[in-house]
């Protein structure tokens, strides 16, 4: 038992643990603890407020939401409370929670069931149909201003279809395959989607903050005046929909019988699934077995009150509304010892750490290997061979050392990347985050790298052309780089190999022979080239103006920017990466082998489109805001289509430049240019008639939002 007073000093150093950790964890997207530490101290200081209630603070972390609020932006006021919710870790909690509710209510009951998507939450504040305001959630009163930050976000409506004053609360998050993509770039990676969510929200940078594809869905929303417009949340879900919002349609709806919940659902026009309260139980642990396969991460579901006006009469807490509760996933997370750390040579010579650690299962699988990324994220964890770490697996993204737990006692410091190669023994380079071997033509695992990828799934899908084979053939030093696999007498190379008898080697061979065959496109994404994975190269050659090896080489050797960034997806420092890998010597030697081999080196005429090329030869800039293209890159998509190329600035090459509603300083440079100006409505003459009239048909209801968004500084 504590005295009063060793209680009173606990109580102060347990609050400023806990506000430490928020900052951490909600501002910096880099937690200090596990979700689990922080909940048992947070458990410890309302037991000790329980025992000393004439010493409990006002403002004890226990009475409020855990503050995001940080100095870099401007605080603003909630006009409504925002939140936290309440937390149950079984389905027979939820249930027990369920038959309470039910007792506060007469009527009879229906009750929601929504994924927790696990992001960072955001309130926005329209005025008239147009978003004024993004809010973070602050401590619940008072959040950071991040507008600008949340303005870059697609899937966030700048205009809403009707003049609304609304409040409305949502779950900004980046969906897992990009996480993948993107931490690998990161300088300091992330640990999982959510902390690289935090960490994007607060760049100061809207620009930053804008490459990062963080989408939203919003689940709330408060409307200034009326607060009886809808009679339950899902109508209110439908009519979000309606005005623009992005809203999760995995939704589950319970009632007494299943029937009252489907007519719920009908009568709202909402997608979901529809239950009585017996189902529920089944439901929940349908979702929680699925979850792994969302596109994102969820952390729990949170059943809600479905009936609006009942909500009032159970009330709020300081930290949740009582007519709703979470239920929690366990995290899957596990503490383990690392027993060494090694380093990976990749195929573009990338050097990346890896912890072997003590075998652990975590949701669902034995973890043995978890990758360390580079060495700001070891010097981050200041973490050391014999360290006691924690773990975490969270949906289908890969482990992460989420932090050390407790040092080693031989007095390892924290590990530093060799600065030899394993592979080779060049001396190791550093390139901004990362450490590469320099020696791509003669590091054998560099080498080894880009055969296994040439040969494997994500290349050219080789039959019969497993690592093995690969193994073999670089043991007996007769695959020296990729073209090699086109010229090999593999009859007489394998011949005598153990395991490689007549039949498997003639497999290999007819694997070989059919490869031969693969479209330009599997060929490109196969050669591996840093940043062009497959969906990267489907862009890449969408876009229509690059239809050969030799249309893409002459755009290599011209150092043509321009024809690269406009197209979409594509970006500047794409174009750079591009441009360099295919200029290194080794890479054209390469590509010239397969092309002697008979690769083909041109997309095929199915794969082009059949739209008249109405547009070929042309260089079009496209500027203003347009009645029928909103945003205007889908004027630009309609050019290429037709052959045309697109540029973001105008230049002498420019030929046309299609000019909408309050085209600025472009519209005299095109005069000066000699280019001819294209209005709209010219625009649509040209396009052909079936397309124009998709055009108008899908125009619909965000046709005049540009205009706004052009006069507040959106202009290129
Ligand atoms: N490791 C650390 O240092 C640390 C620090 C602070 C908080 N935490 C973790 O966060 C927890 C508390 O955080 P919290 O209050 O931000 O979140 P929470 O996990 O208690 O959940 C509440 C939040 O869920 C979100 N949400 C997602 N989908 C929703 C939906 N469909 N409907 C309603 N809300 C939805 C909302 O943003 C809401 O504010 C702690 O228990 C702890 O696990 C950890
Ligand atoms: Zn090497």
């Not at 410091?413 to 985050?433: D, E, H, K, Y």
């Not at 050659?541 to 321009?562: F, K, N, P, W, Y």
């Amino acid at each position: 038992m504590h005295t009063q007073e060793t209680a009173v000093r606990r109580m102060a150093e347990l609050s400023r643990i806990l506000l430490d950790a928020q900052h951490e964890y909600y501002v910096l997207g880099r937690p200090s603890m596990s979700d689990k530490e922080y909940d048992t101290l947070m458990d410890e200081l309302a037991a000790l407020e329980a025992a000393h209630p004439d010493v409990k603070e006002a403002d004890s972390p226990t009475q409020r939401v855990g503050s995001d609020l940080t100095s870099d932006f401007p605080e603003v006021r909630h006009s409504i409370p925002v939140l936290s919710l309440d937390k149950a870790y079984s389905a027979e909690a939820i249930v027990s929670w369920m038959n309470k509710a039910g007792l506060k209510a007469d009527t009879g009951l229906s009750f929601i069931v929504e994924e927790k998507i696990d992001g960072v939450s955001m309130v926005l504040y329209y005025e008239k149909g147009i978003l004024v305001r993004a809010v973070t959630r602050g401590n619940g009163t008072v959040g950071n201003d991040v507008t600008a930050n949340i303005r870059t976000i697609a899937a966030v409506p700048l205009r809403l279809s009707e003049p609304l004053d609304i409040a409305v609360r949502g779950e900004v998050y980046l969906p897992k395959e990009s996480f993948s993509v993107l931490n690998k770039t990161m300088e300091i990676p992330y640990a999982n989607p959510r902390n690289l969510a935090a960490g994007t929200i607060r760049r100061i940078k809207s620009s930053e903050t804008a490459r990062v594809p963080l989408t939203i869905f919003v689940y709330e929303a408060y409307f200034a005046g009326d607060a009886t417009l809808y009679p339950n949340h899902v109508e209110l879900l439908a009519a979000l929909v309606r005005l623009g919002f992005r809203v999760n349609p995995h939704l589950g709806v319970f009632a007494s019988g299943r029937q009252e919940a489907e007519a719920l659902l009908s009568a709202s026009g909402v997608q979901g699934f529809s239950g009585a309260f017996d189902d529920l139980a089944g439901y929940i642990s349908g979702v929680t077995r699925e979850r792994g396969n969302l596109p994102y991460e969820i952390d729990g579901l949170v059943v809600k009150v479905n009936d609006l006006a009942l909500r009032d009469v159970f009330g709020y807490t300081g930290h949740h509304p009582r007519w709703a509760i979470a239920y929690k996933f366990e995290s899957p997370a596990a503490q383990t010892v690392v027993q060494d750390i090694d380093v990976q040579v990749g195929r573009t010579g990338r050097i990346t750490p890896m912890a072997r650690v003590r075998s652990v299962p975590i949701g669902g699988s034995v973890v043995s290997n978890v990758t360390l990324h580079n060495q700001d994220y070891i010097d981050l964890l200041e973490l050391a061979i014999g360290d006691t770490v924690e773990v975490s697996k969270r949906g289908d993204v890969i482990p992460a050392v989420e932090r050390v737990v407790e040092k080693n006692e031989e007095g390892n410091t924290t590990w530093r990347i060799p600065a030899i190669c394993p592979s080779c023994g060049s001396t190791l380079v550093i390139r901004g985050a990362h450490t590469f071997c320099p020696n791509a033509s003669g590091c054998p695992a560099q080498v080894g790298g880009r055969i296994q990828f040439f040969v494997g799934k994500d290349g050219m899908d080789i039959a019969n052309f497993g690592p093995e084979t690969v193994t073999v053939l670089r043991n007996i030093n007769a695959l020296s780089d990729i073209p090699d696999i086109y010229t090999l007498d593999y009859r007489r190379v394998l011949d005598g190999q153990p395991g490689f008898g007549k039949k498997k080697i003639s497999l290999i061979v007819t694997g070989v022979e059919d490869s031969r065959n693969r479209p330009f496109r599997v060929v490109l994404s196969a050669l591996g080239l840093p940043d062009f994975g497959r969906k990267a190269v489907d862009q890449l050659l969408d876009a229509g103006s690059i239809r050969s090896m030799e249309q893409l080489l002459h755009i290599v050797d011209t150092h043509d920017m321009d024809t690269l960034t406009s197209i979409p997806q594509i970006g500047e420092k794409m174009a750079m990466t591009l441009i360099e890998s295919l200029s290194a010597p080794e890479m054209r030697a390469r590509i010239h082998a397969l092309g002697e081999a008979g690769l083909s080196f041109e997309e095929e005429a199915s794969q082009v489109s059949d739209v008249p090329q109405i547009f070929a030869g042309q260089t079009w800039c496209v500027t203003g805001s347009f009645e029928h293209f909103s945003p205007r890159e889908k004027a630009m998509v309609e050019v290429k289509k037709r052959g045309g190329r697109v540029t973001s600035s105008v230049t002498g090459k420019t030929t046309h430049l299609l000019a909408g509603g309050g085209a600025g300083s472009k519209l005299s440079q095109a005069q000066k240019a000699g280019a001819r100006i294209v209005s709209e409505d010219e625009f649509l003459g040209m396009l052909d008639a079936d397309a124009k009239e998709n055009i108008r048909e899908n125009a619909g209801k965000d046709a005049n939002e540009d205009s706004e968004i052009e006069t507040q500084g959106r202009l290129f």
